[in-house]
């Protein structure tokens, strides 16, 4: 029987690299192959209503043993980031991580620095793997991936005997949950793998009423014990100047160059207070990220960010403001801003839901961690969903440096979210 390792090296060397510019979904055939994989092991573990559907999305039920309890969702995605290749992963796993720098054996120029990596010098002693330095590992998210099947298995009664990630040893006169891990008491959950969550394509294919859950959990996460419950808002804003052109030989007086206004926009917008590089933690901002044109027109496309959805008005106000103020001092000038809508802080929808977050903060406890509670500086599947209607906190799976060739996962940290996992179920199995 399958193991939790074992599951992880088989996925991460299924090449599933999302691709930005194209209209296929999912954009790439290696996410269907990992899907009918993981459609072929589901039902291997008893989930009979697995399957794929016509755009690449797995999904399948463990069935409950508690009747009556609320269906929840479990959600990871296949793809992997295209900002490094995936291509012929080869995974290598160093047990007993000594605690040192880890030089990567197909490209020693690629380190990875215990010093530079917050949190990895707490992992000493235990199973990292990295990659050979040459493509990502795909821990984000196949590391979610893994600790699902894995957590299928066990609560359908098929995990490997000999794996060390079952439960814990009980307290004296308890039930023995290795011996019996398929007779938790837990309601339906919902097993889902999506596409294309790399590219921001995640969530448009979920169908919610399919999945017919009260809340969802994205097993997304760095290091284990975060619980992600808050994200950006976050909209676009698309700042369109418009000059003049003319031979420069016959410009003076009527050349209005885009090129220069443009200059003088981004020199107006506050920056020292209100940018990424200049701010942290609670603050929003406003972050111009690309910029396009010619002397005759200028696009520039600026992100609006802020944990109060009210900000965005009013930083979309400021553009307005620096609009203007360039307008007044060149009247033949034009600047359109369109604003466009992102996404908004989980918070909100999460507080619809208030179980959500309970339980798994009471998971990660009864696992003897203390929930550390994150405010993401950007946006998740889970912020999307959270919207739509689909409560969905993120949890942490023990994948570091994602869209990195120095991406490495920590396999102890996978096995803890397995347990997490566990918890969840029994604890979701008492609610009505
Ligand atoms: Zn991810």
């Given at each position: 029987?399958?193991?939790?390792?074992?599951?992880?090296?088989?996925?991460?060397?299924?090449?599933?690299?999302?691709?930005?510019?194209?209209?296929?979904?999912?954009?790439?055939?290696?996410?269907?192959?990992?899907?009918?994989?993981?459609?072929?092991?589901l039902?291997?573990?008893?989930?009979?209503?697995?399957?794929?559907?016509?755009?690449?999305?797995?999904?399948?039920?463990?069935?409950?043993?508690?009747?009556?309890?609320?269906?929840?969702?479990?959600?990871?995605?296949?793809?992997?980031?295209p900002?490094?290749?995936?291509?012929?992963?080869?995974?290598?796993?160093?047990?007993?991580?000594?605690?040192?720098?880890?030089?990567?054996?197909?490209?020693?120029?690629?380190?990875?620095?215990?010093?530079?990596?917050?949190?990895?010098?707490?992992l000493?002693?235990?199973?990292?793997?990295?990659?050979?330095?040459?493509?990502?590992?795909?821990?984000?998210?196949?590391?979610?991936?893994?600790?699902?099947?894995?957590?299928?298995?066990?609560?359908?009664?098929k995990?490997?005997?000999?794996?060390?990630?079952?439960l814990?040893?009980?307290?004296?006169?308890?039930?023995?949950?290795?011996?019996?891990?398929?007779?938790?008491?837990?309601?339906?959950?919902?097993?889902?793998?999506?596409?294309?969550?790399?590219?921001?394509?995640?969530?448009?294919?979920?169908?919610?009423?399919?999945?017919?859950?009260v809340?969802?959990?994205?097993?997304?996460?760095?290091?284990?014990?975060?619980?992600?419950?808050?994200?950006?808002?976050?909209?676009?804003?698309?700042?369109?100047?418009?000059g003049?052109?003319?031979?420069?030989?016959?410009?003076?007086?009527?050349?209005?160059?885009?090129?220069?206004?443009?200059?003088?926009?981004l020199?107006?917008?506050?920056?020292?207070?209100?940018?990424?590089?200049?701010?942290?933690?609670?603050?929003?901002?406003?972050?111009?990220?690309?910029?396009?044109?010619?002397?005759?027109?200028?696009?520039?496309?600026?992100?609006?960010?802020?944990?109060?959805?009210?900000?965005?008005?009013?930083?979309?106000?400021?553009?307005?403001?620096?609009?203007?103020?360039?307008?007044?001092?060149?009247?033949?000038?034009?600047?359109?801003?369109?604003?466009?809508?992102?996404?908004?802080?989980?918070?909100?929808?999460?507080?619809?839901?208030?179980?959500?977050?309970?339980?798994?903060?009471?998971?990660?406890?009864?696992?003897?961690?203390?929930?550390?509670?994150?405010?993401?500086?950007?946006?998740?599947?889970?912020?999307?969903?959270?919207?739509?209607?689909?409560?969905?906190?993120?949890l942490?799976?023990?994948?570091?440096?994602?869209?990195?060739?120095?991406?490495?996962?920590?396999?102890?940290?996978?096995?803890?979210?397995?347990?997490?996992?566990?918890?969840?179920?029994?604890?979701?199995?008492?609610?009505?």
């Amino acid at each position: 029987m399958d193991t939790l390792l074992d599951r992880f090296l088989r996925y991460v060397k299924v090449e599933t690299t999302a691709v930005e510019q194209t209209d296929r979904y999912p954009s790439s055939p290696g996410q269907l192959e990992l899907g009918k994989i993981l459609v072929a092991e589901l039902k291997a573990l008893g989930i009979k209503d697995a399957g794929v559907d016509e755009h690449g999305i797995v999904m399948g039920t463990v069935p409950a043993t508690a009747p009556g309890a609320p269906m929840i969702a479990w959600i990871s995605h296949m793809d992997t980031s295209p900002e490094f290749t995936a291509k012929n992963v080869k995974p290598v796993v160093h047990r007993n991580w000594n605690g040192k720098d880890i030089v990567l054996s197909g490209d020693p120029s690629k380190v990875i620095c215990v010093a530079e990596t917050k949190g990895m010098a707490d992992l000493a002693g235990k199973t990292i793997i990295t990659t050979d330095g040459t493509t990502l590992l795909g821990a984000d998210d196949k590391a979610g991936v893994a600790v699902i099947m894995t957590a299928v298995a066990e609560l359908m009664g098929k995990a490997a005997p000999q794996a060390p990630l079952t439960l814990p040893s009980p307290p004296r006169g308890e039930r023995d949950l290795r011996t019996e891990a398929h007779l938790i008491a837990h309601g339906p959950i919902r097993i889902v793998f999506t596409c294309d969550e790399e590219v921001g394509r995640g969530v448009d294919k979920l169908d919610l009423k399919k999945i017919g859950a009260v809340c969802g959990y994205t097993l997304d996460g760095e290091s284990i014990g975060e619980l992600d419950n808050e994200t950006f808002s976050a909209d676009l804003a698309v700042v369109t100047i418009t000059g003049r052109n003319i031979h420069p030989g016959l410009a003076t007086g009527k050349m209005v160059n885009a090129i220069r206004l443009a200059g003088v926009f981004l020199s107006r917008m506050p920056w020292q207070r209100l940018a990424p590089e200049t701010t942290a933690n609670q603050d929003g901002f406003l972050h111009p990220y690309v910029i396009e044109g010619g002397v005759h027109e200028v696009k520039l496309r600026v992100l609006l960010r802020s944990f109060a959805a009210a900000e965005l008005a009013e930083q979309a106000a400021i553009l307005r403001r620096v609009a203007d103020s360039i307008l007044v001092e060149h009247p033949p000038a034009k600047i359109d801003i369109e604003v466009k809508k992102q996404y908004r802080n989980m918070r909100e929808a999460l507080e619809k839901e208030p179980r959500a977050v309970r339980l798994a903060a009471e998971a990660i406890r009864r696992v003897g961690l203390e929930p550390k509670f994150q405010s993401i500086r950007g946006g998740t599947d889970g912020s999307r969903l959270s919207e739509l209607g689909l409560p969905t906190p993120n949890l942490a799976v023990g994948m570091h440096n994602f869209h990195s060739p120095l991406e490495f996962a920590c396999l102890e940290e996978m096995e803890t979210s397995v347990k997490i996992l566990m918890e969840l179920a029994q604890l979701w199995g008492r609610e009505k």
